[in-house]
């Protein structure tokens, strides 16, 4: 069974920096695609930044050149490092585990339990 546990959110002001990790267990993670997706308030969850099996990375728009993603596949895990955050960055986020060649906007896989991200101006 997968288990997905995130870590690293928090309060931050803006222009700050933090550094989200989550560990998935009991999976095939090299042979998986993995991503941080994000849901505000009143808002539907978006897509943060997905890494394929190639290491190929998609990166929602809000996010490109202040956002960076990495997976280390030894330690079954993935990383969102977040610079220069915005207010508007606030919200949970979650990470997400698809087999490989499923597109980003499908919900589908399995969720972590998600960590909040407060920014504050």
């Known amino acids: 069974q997968v288990r997905i546990v995130e870590s690293g959110g928090g309060l931050v002001q803006a222009g700050g920096s933090l550094r989200l990790s989550c560990v998935i267990s009991?999976?095939?993670?090299?042979?998986?695609?993995v991503a941080w997706y994000r849901q505000a308030p009143g808002k539907q969850r978006e897509l943060v930044a997905g890494?394929?099996?190639?290491?190929?990375?998609t990166y929602g728009d809000s996010v490109k050149g202040r956002f960076t993603s990495s997976r280390d596949n030894a330690k079954a895990t993935l990383y969102l490092q977040m610079n220069s955050l915005k207010p508007e960055d606030t919200a949970v986020y979650y990470c997400?585990?698809?087999?490989?060649?499923?597109?980003?906007?499908?919900?589908?896989?399995?969720w972590g339990q998600g960590t909040q991200v407060t920014v504050s101006s």
């Open positions: 009991g999976s095939m993670f090299d042979n998986n695609a």
């Open positions: 890494i394929r099996t190639d290491g190929t990375t």
């Open positions: 997400n585990y698809r087999p490989a060649r499923v597109r980003w906007s499908i919900d589908f896989g399995s």
